[in-house]
Structure formats: C-alpha cells, structure tokens
C-alpha cells in the first residue's frame, strides 16, 4: 500500500526485484554473476539461479504473492502466462513454499495453441521459457512475473523478445568495430534504446458496451461524422478534463509501482484522445514495459468507469493513435553516437553511424515498411495524423548542408556562422535540437535519436527494433569490413561517406510528407510505396532480407517464413472478424431500427392524411429512408456473399488480398450507407450511441 503522502521516489518500483533489490538480499559473488550476466550476457550457472530463485520467492512471499509465472511474448502480439503456486506438500499434509532455480530458469508451457507459422504442428504441444535475467522480475496481481523468451521443443524462435535480444547482440558487436577504428578501447558493449510515446483513447464505458463494434474490434466500424471534431484545434496540449487527470494519476502510480519510467502525459490532438510518453531505456526493457503499460492503461480505465482504447483508428474523421518509436543507440562508456559531439573526431564518429542508418534505412526500407503493418494500422498511415506509407529520412536542414558539403568536398558554414575544417569539409558544432520537427517524416532525427512514427498504437515495438538494430548492424558490418583493411583510415573514411551519401541521399527528405508531390517525387526516385499491409508482408522474405537475418542469427528462413504466414493469417482474420461483427450488427440493430423508424414515419403520414394534415415530409423522409434501407440489404447480401467467397482463397497472401481488395472495400460501401442512415433517424431510436457521445462526454 502506498501511504496517502508518500513520495514517488519512496515507492518508484516497489514491485520489481531490482539490482538494489538484489545487492541488499544476494551474497556478493552471486550479485555479481547475476550483473556479469545482465550486463556481458554470460550465462548463469545453476547454482547461481539456485540462490536467486529462493531470494525472489522469499522477497516475492514477503509482498503477498503465492503464485509465480514466466511472462512471454508470443506472435499474438499480447503477452502470455501460466501461474503456478509456490506451494509443495509435507508428508504431514502440511504446505512449504518453494521456488528452485530450474524452475526459474526454465518453464514448459503448451505451444500448440499459440500462432507458429507451420513451425509447430497442433499435436507437437511442447514449448519451452527461458527466463531473461536482463529484465527484472517484478510482481502483479498476488504473482511473480519473471519474463522469458519462449520457443518450441525443436528450438525454433516463438516469441518476440528473443529476435530482439539477438539484433541488440548483433548491432553491439558491429558498432564496436567501428569505434575501435576510431581509437575507442574504453567501450566494451554498445547498446540500443527506446522511448515509445504511446498514443490511447479514453470513452466512458456505458458507451463503450452498447457498442458491438467496439467490444469485439476495438473500432467503431459505424459512425457519422460529428459537429464538431479536432478542426479547432482546441484539444491538443489543452486543460486535461478532471475524470482524465483523475486516471492518469493512478496510472502513474502503477507504473511507477513497476519501475516503469512514464514521464510525460497529455491530451492529443483528437477528442478524447491522450498520450504517455515514458524515459528512454534499452530496447528489451522497453519492450517489457511498453507490453506492461498498455495492459496497465486497460485495467486503471475501467477503475475510472472508462474504457482504453487502444486501436490504430477507432473513429473515422479524426486523428487515430501511434506509437512513435524512439530510437538511440550508446555505448558504455557514456557516449550517444547519435550526437554530434564537440571535437572533430567526435562528429566524424558520428557522421559514420548517420552515413551507415541512412543507407540501412534506404537499402531495408520495406522491412521497417511491414514492421508496422497491420490491419488496423492501415487506416492511420498516409493520413494527416501519421506518415504516408512511402519510408523517407528527416534530417533537418543544417545536417542536409553538412552531408551535401561532404559530398561537394566543400567547406560548411552553420547558419550559426560557426565553422571548422576537417580536410575540405567542415562540421558544425551542433546543439542538441540543430532540426525542427517533421510530423510528416516517417524516421526523424530528432538531436540525438531517430523517431520512427510509423508504428501503431497497439503494436509491440519488439518487432520494430529487432528490424532497426538488424539492418544497422548490417551496414555497419560493412563498413567496418571495407576500413579495417584500409591502410589510409581518414582517406578511406572519407571516400566511403561521400560514396554512402550520393548512392543513398535520395532517401532524405525533410519537406511536408503528407503532399501530392512528394510522392510524385519518391516514386521519381525510386522509393517504394507500399500503401496496405497485404503490399509489405511478403517482402520479408525476400533474398536479400533472409539472408542478412540468418548471417546474425537473429532469424532462420524457416522462422520469417512463419512470421510472414502468421502476420497474414492475422490480417485476414481482423478483417473477417470486422466483417461479421458488421453484418451481425447491420441485421440484428441497424435493420430494425431503419425499418421501425419508417414506419413511424408513414404511420404519421397516415394521421396527417386522415386530419386533412399535410404530410409531405413525412413521405419525403419516409421515401429517403426507405431507400437507404433497401441500398443497405442489397450491400449486406454483397457483404455476406465476399465473406463466403474468401474462404475459397488459398491461406495466406492471396486471402489476405481477397479480404483487403474484395471484402474491406464492400464494409467501407456498407458503412457509408449505414452512417447517413444514422443522420435520418432521431438519436433515441438509433441502436448505437453516436460519436458526440463516445468524444465529448468523458
């Protein structure tokens, strides 16, 4: 419990078995193997686990837990735990609680239920979790979480978090190559990190249940447009309303408990619609409690009699919710290498790691493209409140002159009117914030960090990073591989930066994202515009992208395969799902409510008639509404008979085109009809609460 003026500092991570935690209550050898492991990667010997495991359950029993669980992150893209208790029995018929390093390190749920891609058949059910000592256990709900990776009996990768692990492996071994050749013999790992800002909705929960689309999809798939939306720009940034402070608050809270780092809150630009930004931390970390924060977000709304939503676009019109993704990468020494730095040798460090992401980021583009594909990211991308599906760079003008210099071999005057001269180029002495900031730009650079906004609210990151780190090690494998053999270092430095910059500057663009022109223009310079889900998912496993995956080990040929199929298979499941839950409200809501309100309306018309009344409008608006309603049955009959024909399709990439080409565009003809059917028929008889309830009444 948390006393009523107790301090943030005094119960920040109360829950978490934390390195503090850990020092206080493990003997010194075995607090440092468990460090060496956290922070070198060596593996932990059973002994070792042995203590550890008995300090958690005992730390873990002192705070009321009974049960312990290995918490993991399957391909479903939620998170996935079995509890067991830590009790064993006496011959005396008593209990004595217990909790051993095996069972620590190693748990054995079912895999035969979880998506795998082909990679499992139903009746091979074993799976195994290996816990990751990275990420602190910590505790929930009476039970002790310890995070895990999980994969199948015959070793394939099932999960999110390992390929993660790996690719933060990967890209640490390769910037290390690179800052040795810049005379770094201080730095021993390297490692990225994140800030997610999460993007959420909040509706009162009354609403929210007498809403069917809502309670099964997590978006209105019906909706007139309201009054008033976000045109007056009023919310964004605005007075945070009392019964959203009052959540936001406890969420906090929550977190905190958690030692998760949320910082930053507000209302976004749509009504009702909020954001939580937390403090940068490694990417496996991040992930961790970005999966718990969304899970927190859900259970402290409805406390609030609020429901989160947590949809890419749960109400057409206005903006729909991200999760922007950002990226920096340090070494442990205490440097960024995405900071320009104060001394020559300092921004030529750091022209090299923009030189080799600029080239990742072009060459792999398609890969971080479908990192945030998604049925429901789909409706957000290219719209005014997310970039267009078309990947670019946003560097900002001052860098954009430094690499043209680079390029010219000509000196850089800043606008600063500061200069100086490495060989016949200079760099400027950059602040911290040398761009403004691009909300149209896919990945910008944004100081010291790459923000990728592309990703959806909802998404795991996990997926994301693994791309990110991946490709980045990539290009810099490739640089360290053409310098180490140089015998010139600065020469063949310079060479392979102007030569990096004029084959993949065509991936920079730091104009308005949103427009016509640009792409026009990326199409002009061969960027490609992969505007659904069903156009990224199959590039994963292209040749190239396989290849680079299994040289670091961070995926097989057989896993992406898997995960192409299970990505797929997903989006034909959503839009079928949306679908149904579309048809069965038009039949069993909309219908009725249509056909009951024209009858109304004639049976007026009828009294009128009989009272030597006119009675013209009402067989106007009898006539109009009787109209939509039968355009309605027609397109549901359309409707039923494309869900009916997709189940013919052959699973995978051609089903999830059918549903994409064939049924989504059938929904969005249906819904048009549905939505000014909704504006002819008063509020009270309309089955479904309307927009101005569900973004103005919280």
């Not at 109209?627 to 089903?655: F, Y």
Request: charged share 25%; proline share 4%; with cysteine.
């Amino acid at each position: 419990m948390i006393e009523k003026n107790q301090s943030v500092a005094d119960y920040f991570g109360c829950n978490v078995f934390s390195d503090t935690l850990m020092r206080e209550r493990l003997p010194k050898n075995i607090y440092k193997s468990v460090m060496k492991t956290k922070k070198f990667g060596v593996a932990l010997e059973q002994s070792v686990a042995d203590v550890v495991a008995n300090a958690m359950k005992d730390w873990a029993v002192e705070k009321g837990a009974t049960h312990y669980t290995h918490w993991f992150h399957p391909m479903t893209g939620v998170t996935a735990e079995k509890h067991d208790s830590f009790i064993s029995p006496t011959p005396d018929g008593n209990i004595i609680l217990e909790f051993s390093g095996k069972e620590l390190v190693k748990g054995e749920p079912d895999a035969s239920s979880f998506p795998s891609g082909g990679l499992r058949a139903t009746f091979e059910a074993r799976g195994y979790t290996a816990w990751d000592p990275t990420s602190n256990a910590f505790i929930k709900d009476g039970t002790l979480y310890i995070p895990t990776a999980f994969c199948s009996y015959t070793g394939e990768i099932l999960d999110k978090k390992t390929p993660l692990l790996r690719s933060m492996e990967v890209v640490s071994e390769q910037a290390l190559r690179i800052l040795k050749l810049f005379g770094n013999t201080t730095a021993t790992r390297v490692t990225t990190t994140v800030g997610p800002e999460q993007e959420y909705f909040l509706v009162d929960k009354k609403y929210f249940d007498q809403r069917e689309d809502l309670v099964i999809t997590g978006r209105t798939l019906f909706g007139a447009k309201p009054p008033k939306g976000q045109e007056l720009e009023d919310h964004y940034f605005g007075n945070i309303k009392q019964r959203v402070s009052d959540y936001m608050k406890d969420l906090d809270k929550e977190l905190w408990k958690l030692g998760i780092f949320a910082k930053t809150k507000h209302n976004e630009v749509a009504p009702a619609q909020h954001e939580l930004a937390p403090v940068f931390t490694t990417s496996n970390i991040a992930a961790d409690h970005n999966q718990l924060t969304m899970e927190i977000m859900k259970k402290t709304a409805l406390k609030h009699g609020l429901v989160c939503l947590l949809h890419e676009k749960p109400f057409a019109g206005v903006n729909g919710s991200g999760k922007h993704n950002n990226w920096s990468i340090s070494s442990n020494d205490g440097q960024n290498l995405l900071d320009p730095g104060d001394t020559p040798q300092d921004n030529m460090q750091f022209l090299t790691f923009l030189c080799a992401i600029i080239k990742a980021v072009d060459e792999y583009a398609p890969l971080l493209r479908l990192s945030a594909a998604s049925a429901g990211n789909d409706h957000r991308l290219g719209a005014n409140e997310a970039p267009p599906a078309v990947i670019s760079m946003f560097i900002g003008s001052e860098l954009e002159g430094v690499i043209e210099a680079l390029e010219n071999g000509t000196a850089y005057k800043s606008n600063r009117n500061e200069e100086f001269e490495i060989g016949v180029d200079a760099l400027p002495n950059f602040p911290k914030d040398s761009t403004d900031r691009n909300r149209t730009s896919p990945f910008a650079f944004t100081g010291n960090k790459f923000e990728f906004r592309m990703l959806g609210s909802a998404d795991s990151i996990s997926c994301t990073n693994t791309i990110l780190n991946t490709i980045v090690a990539q290009i810099l494998d490739e640089f360290a591989t053409e310098l180490e053999k140089a015998d010139d270092f600065e020469k063949a430095l310079k060479e392979l930066l102007v030569k990096t910059i004029k084959k993949h500057k065509r991936i920079i663009f730091n104009g308005n994202g949103y427009s016509d022109e640009w792409l026009e223009e990326a199409e002009k310079r061969g960027l490609p515009n992969l505007t659904s889900t069903v156009d990224a998912l199959p590039k994963y496993t292209d040749k190239k992208y396989v290849s680079m995956f299994e040289k670091f080990k961070v995926y097989s040929e057989k896993e992406i395969k898997s995960r192409t199929e299970i990505l797929l298979e997903n989006y034909s499941k959503v839009i079928n799902i949306e679908a149904l839950t579309m048809l069965d409200i038009t039949k069993k809501q909309i219908l009725p409510a249509c056909i009951a309100y024209t009858k109304t309306l004639c049976d007026s018309a009828i009294s009128k008639k009989t009272l030597g009344i006119d009675e013209s409008v009402e067989k106007l608006m009898a006539s109009k509404l009787s109209s939509l309603t039968a355009g309605i049955v027609n397109e549901v009959k359309a409707l039923d008979e494309k869900v009916i024909s997709a189940q013919d399709c052959k699973e995978g990439e051609e089903m999830a085109r059918f549903y994409h080409d064939e049924v989504f565009t059938q929904m969005q003809t249906l819904r048009a009809s549905v939505d000014e059917c909704e504006m002819c028929v008063p509020e009270k008889d309309w089955p479904l609460p309307s927009y101005t309830k569900l973004l103005f009444t919280v």
